[in-house]
């Protein structure tokens, strides 16, 4: 049995007269990826924010095994073990490659390891880890504005990693990969899969959906029209017909 790590009921968002999530309930078990699909605009990354605490939802729950996460501050969220990355990176451009990776294990360890020269240590060895765990290793002295398009994307994925999190919120970050990059990509998201984390992946390459995902939650105007494994999901002429941009004409 495996458990649920986040679940969301009913959030719910507008800005001004766009009903940009419209009630979505959300399941992530643990050590499956969930991919968050739909067309551009459905609402996948406000579900994020609100998630996080980006965004003030205007109703609806969200919980992190069993605790009430709605209302709390990102950093607080970011403490429970939820780990996002954004569509745009936001990496500190000007830093390094290390430097960028150890910021992403600062909350952690404030938070269980106070103070100390062992826990600077653990960080230290942390964001090793993350870096050699995404091939970034060599590039550590890099700064980050610096990096090739792929490599940012890994340096993202290494602050995840750094994190040691055990829910993952990741933004499109398999998107303009190349094969081979995909193919390291996907052994970092199996990997974590292993140990249990719970991740949620919007992407838009439907192969990379079907070959990284065990579930597919299909996103439409705010609302999950179908939650199930992928074959089925992407088997469905509806959902591809709105995911194509081939809409059924609404009734007037
Ligand atoms: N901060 C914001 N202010 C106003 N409108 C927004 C804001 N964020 C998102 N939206 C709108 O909400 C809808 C959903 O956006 P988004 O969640 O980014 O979609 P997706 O990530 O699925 O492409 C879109 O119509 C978008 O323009
Ligand atoms: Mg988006």
Avoid at 130 to 138: C, D, H, I, V, Y
Avoid at 204 to 216: A, K, T
Wanted: hydrophobic share 45%.
């Amino acid at each position: 049995m495996t458990g649920i790590a986040l679940r969301s009921e009913n959030l719910s968002r507008s800005f001004g007269g766009v009903q940009a999530v419209a009630g979505v309930s959300l399941s992530l078990p643990e050590g499956q990826v969930t991919a968050l699909v739909g067309p551009n605009g459905a609402g996948k990354t406000t579900t994020f924010n609100l998630i996080t605490g980006n965004l003030r939802a205007d109703s609806g729950t969200a919980e992190i095994r069993g605790k009430p996460i709605m209302g709390l501050k990102p950093w607080q969220v970011a403490r429970l073990g939820v780990a996002r990355s954004y569509q745009d990176l936001r990496l500190f451009t000007h830093m390094t490659v290390r430097e960028n990776v150890l910021a992403a294990t600062e909350t952690s360890s404030w938070f269980w390891q106070p103070g100390g020269r062992r826990a600077q240590q653990q960080r230290e060895h942390r964001a090793e880890s993350a870096m050699e765990a995404t091939g970034l290793t060599a590039l550590a002295d890099a700064r980050a504005v610096d990096l090739a398009y792929a490599e940012r994307k890994f340096l993202s994925m290494a602050r995840i990693l750094a994190a040691e999190a055990d829910i993952w919120l990741l933004d499109e970050p398999a998107s303009g990969l190349d094969l081979s990059s995909r193919i390291r990509f996907g052994t970092l998201l199996k990997d974590a899969q292993a140990r249990g984390v719970a991740i949620c992946l919007i992407e838009h390459n439907l192969d990379v959906v079907v070959e990284l995902s065990n579930r597919i939650a299909f996103l439409d105007q705010g609302k999950v029209l179908a939650e199930g494994d992928p074959q089925t999901i992407l088997k469905d002429p509806a959902l591809a017909a709105i995911y194509f941009g081939d809409r059924p004409q609404e009734a007037a």
